[in-house]
């Protein structure tokens, strides 16, 4: 099977560099070989459903703003900062 | 400090202790709270550098064991686990404690909350140790995809003591806590404590509170308990045990607060593809003296067929591949982890955060999901897993008309040295005993049961 290394990667967000392309290859090769496998089943005779999921609740939380953003990299004016996107 | 030490007794450590013994001890004033905290920090310290179980203590710790003396000794209410040091797995949340997740995208990461399984056993007076190293995001069989280095076996320097919870399960067995948390996505707290000769017991899907624990698979993931002992391991189930409406996949029940041990006329269900994988002789015989043991004092042994399990690793590592990529795209360096420098676009700064926070592992399991998810390939592979999953739920609800229990090994090695070349492709496999209960959603627990000829549990 032919996998697009670069293809996947930038779907994932990833820099993949050409040495790594050849080992992911080869490892996605070998994992995807495993998974094709997996036969198609027959689900005719199941009926259970998926599980109960409670409603949506809305909960106050007693974090600050400052408590959340605590871990942000980069914080400005209250607000999360990433490079200029605009020129 | 030693305990028992009279004339011809046998020697033994606070550390070494069970959970029953040290509360009746602690309400006895026979230790005290502060007393076992050192006794357990003095040993987990002594064996990091050979183990390497910790990435972080807890240097509130002390205030913990003093509040919980305090509690004891103003007579108050309290619980079997009020002065237990308890060591918790850095994917749990602690809040104002470095949570890791042995990961350098959140090296730095300290929670502003704690999971609700940590309030919960803070709240039982429980004294947080510290956190223990693990496989980078808990993808991993040998705690040694972190970038703290590899957890080592306390039984055997040279092996791997598993993972993914692998420096939970070989805290507990080399006396660095009494009790620790782990988590269980494919078999990762029932795995490594194997591999240590603890216990460690993955409650059911929604019996134990998501809220904190640092996803992998939302659909898969469980917080579970390890211990020296079952009556040990149960009681600190038993504290994190609860409905939480901060976890949506939360449900109601309890287990039971009784703990009798009781065989006679328990349905124990011999699984015949289970049986026939199991191709190590040692483990099999093991298995087998046990479930024979079990006979004895009243089980019945009944045979049973599952045949979906010989897929379930394969669906498992689309499904859990699948969700880890969706999870793990919140890591882009903008709202909390690692953040690349000197980048440009902001597009690149995403890019590159992602590419220098992970390790190979996780990425290479994103790479995985993003292709079973992605156009053209989410019908023959993702669709395909979970009609496997919905399956092997179908086949173990037959199965249970016929019996109580399942009995199985737990790996199929007793134990596995560090730094061999096993190929992926065979690391995944080994998960087959461990992945049917995970993508049933069902409880499992691993107790040892012998001694392999290496001297492993």
């Known amino acids: 099977m032919e996998i697009d290394i670069k293809h996947i990667a930038e779907l994932a967000f990833l820099d993949i560099s050409d ?23 027959d689900e005719g005779d ?23 953003m605590s871990n942000a990299p980069q914080v400005s004016e209250g607000c999360f900062a990433v490079p200029r996107t605009v020129q | ?42 040993r987990a310290k002594a064996v990091q550098t050979e183990l390497n179980c910790y990435i972080t203590f807890n240097d509130k710790a002390v205030q913990a064991a003093d509040e919980a003396d305090r509690r004891i000794a103003a007579g108050e209410d309290i619980s079997l686990l009020t002065g237990i ?83 939970s399960a070989a805290a507990v067995a080399g006396g660095a806590a009494v009790l620790a948390l782990g988590s269980d996505t494919g078999g990762s707290v029932r795995q490594p404590a194997s591999f240590c000769g603890v216990v460690g017991f993955c409650p059911s899907y929604g019996a134990v509170s998501r809220y904190g624990l640092i996803a992998f698979a939302s659909s898969l993931d469980r917080i579970g308990s390890i211990g020296r002992s079952v009556r040990d391991t149960f009681y600190l189930h038993n504290t994190i045990n609860g409905y939480d409406i901060k976890d949506v996949t939360s449900f109601e029940k309890k287990i039971s607060p009784e703990l009798t041990g009781e065989l006679k006329g328990l349905r124990i269900g011999v699984c015949a593809e289970m049986m026939k994988a199991c191709t190590d002789a040692e483990i099999s015989d093991a298995l087998e003296a046990a479930m024979k043991e079990m ?29 880890a990529s969706s999870n793990l795209a919140r890591y882009d360096g903008v709202r909390c982890g690692f953040r690349a420098k000197d980048t440009g676009s902001l597009a690149d700064m995403y890019k590159r955060s992602r590419t220098e926070g992970f390790g190979a592992e996780v990425k290479r399991r994103i790479m ?12 023959a592979y993702y669709k395909r897993a979970l009609s496997c999953r919905r399956r092997i739920s179908y086949d173990f ?37 461990t992945v049917p209960a995970s993508m049933a959603g069902l409880p499992a627990v691993s107790v040892p049961c012998g001694r392999s000829s290496q001297d492993f549990r």
């Open chain 1, 46 to 68: 199941i009926t259970s459903g998926g599980m109960e999921l409670r409603e949506d609740t809305v909960i106050s939380s007693e974090l600050t703003r400052e408590e959340l």
């Open chain 2, 368 to 379: 995985l999901g993003t292709f079973v998810l992605s156009e053209g390939y989410f019908e």
């Open chain 2, 85 to 167: 040091p308890v060591a918790i797995k850095d994917n749990i949340s602690t809040r104002g404690l470095r949570t890791t997740c042995a990961s350098k995208m959140l090296e730095s990461y300290i929670p502003p909350y704690s999971a609700t399984a940590v309030e919960r056993l803070e709240s039982a007076g429980a004294v947080v140790i510290g956190k223990t190293n693990m496989d980078e995001f808990a993808m991993g069989s040998a705690s040694d995809t972190g970038i703290f280095g590899a957890v080592r076996n306390p039984v055997d320097n040279n092996y791997s003591a598993g993972g993914s919870s692998g420096g």
């Open chain 1, 19 to 41: 040495d790594e392309a050849d080992s992911i290859a080869d490892y996605l090769c070998g994992i995807i070989g495993m998974m094709s496998e997996l036969p198609e089943y």
């Open chain 2, 295 to 323: 006979e004895k004092q009243g089980a019945e042994l009944v045979d049973i067929s599952i045949p979906s399990v010989k897929d379930a690793v394969k669906a498992y590592y689309i499904i859990s591949s699948a969700e």
């Open chain 2, 397 to 433: 609800d037959r199965a249970f008309e016929l019996c109580d229990i399942i009995a199985a090994p737990v790996y199929p090695r007793a134990g596995t040295a560090l730094n061999n070349s096993i190929s992926a492709t065979d690391m995944y496999a080994a998960d087959i005993f």
């Open chain 2, 1 to 42: 400090m030693f305990c028992g030490a009279k004339d011809g007794a046998v020697m033994m450590s606070l550390c070494d202790m069970s959970v029953s013994v040290l509360a009746d001890m602690l309400r006895n004033k026979h230790c005290s709270a502060r007393e076992l905290l050192t006794d357990v920090m003095d």
